[in-house]
Nanobody, 118 residues
């Protein structure tokens, strides 16, 4: 299994920046890809960005050009650099990982709140 712990959320004014971190522990060598999702009040959880095998990266259209996903495999840590934040970016941000092999499946962190004021 894999355990994911997010950090870095907070309150920021529109136009500001935040960096989220997600540290993985457990069977990290079995992780195929990791990503960030978010869920705003009253809305479904949606993909923000993900990074997979060979460092293939996908971004949601709403964040492309403003957010950057990266990872440090030596530290088993995933990052999300968020720039030019907008009030509509306000949500709980979740780290996600897909594990292959023993314990195969999707794993989620506990979430971290990001609030952007107008």
């Amino acid at each position: 299994q894999v355990q994911l712990v997010e950090s870095g959320g907070g309150y920021v004014e529109a136009g500001g920046s935040l960096t989220l971190s997600c540290t993985a522990s457990g069977r990290t060598f079995g992780i195929n890809y990791m990503g960030w999702y978010r869920q705003a009040p009253g809305k479904e959880r949606e993909l923000v960005a993900r990074i997979g095998i060979g460092d293939a990266i996908d971004y949601a259209a709403a964040v492309k050009g403003r957010f950057a996903i990266s990872r440090d495999t030596a530290k088993n840590t995933l990052y999300l650099q968020m720039n030019s934040l907008k009030p509509e970016d306000t949500a709980v941000y979740y780290c996600n990982a897909y594990l292959n092999g023993v314990g195969k499946g999707y794993y989620w962190g506990q979430g971290t709140q990001v609030t952007v004021s107008s």
